[in-house]
């Protein structure tokens, strides 16, 4: 399980992810998400091929990138108290999940200001040196993290304003 992050442009994330084509997630579907608040919104997003080479190319410097596939993309818009419950990006065709080969990506777009502390952190749980403990990333517009697709994430409720995130999973082929 890994787990890093650093600083990107967002501008040609912004510019590309308007030629994709959305979905929006709603009702029954929305509430099998991890996404929770009543002012929160999701989209799936098809037509990624440009995107995911963004995604690629920014990732190129923290892991190995020659054999990753795009498997899904979405965007999550979050207003005060929004949040994601603790999940993971579990694979869909029954492979064992703790020997699974994916990878997954938030990009944050917008980042509301904080009015408490922890307010819309990016938390997670990972295993280190045989022992289980948690972190938390105070996200700022153009933080990338990328982890391993098994680490259990989540965010804490946010202040007002507007939290806007672009997400990608990967499968190495």
């Known amino acids: 399980m890994f787990l890093k992050y650093k600083k990107i442009n967002i501008n040609k994330f912004l510019k590309e992810m308007k030629k994709c084509k959305t979905m929006n997630v709603e009702g029954d579907l929305l509430k099998l998400k991890s996404t929770q608040g009543i002012n929160s919104s999701q989209v799936e997003l098809t037509n990624i091929d440009k995107l995911s080479k963004l995604f690629l190319k920014s990732m190129k410097n923290v892991i190995e990138t020659n054999k990753l596939k795009p498997t899904s993309c979405w965007s ?31 990009l944050y777009l917008d980042v509301p200001s904080k009015t408490k502390i922890a307010d819309g952190d990016f938390y997670f749980v990972i295993k280190e040196n045989n022992e289980i403990k948690s972190y938390s990333i105070e996200p700022k517009v153009g933080d990338f993290i990328v982890m391993s697709a098994n680490v259990f994430h989540g965010t804490y409720p946010q202040s007002k304003g507007l939290r806007k995130t672009l997400n990608m999973d990967f499968i190495y082929v």
Do not use: A, C
Not at 89 to 106: A, M
């Open 76 to 106: 999550v818009s979050g207003e005060e108290g929004s949040y994601h419950r603790i999940h993971r990006h579990l694979p869909f065709n029954g492979e064992d999940v703790e020997k699974t080969n994916r990878i997954s990506t938030v």
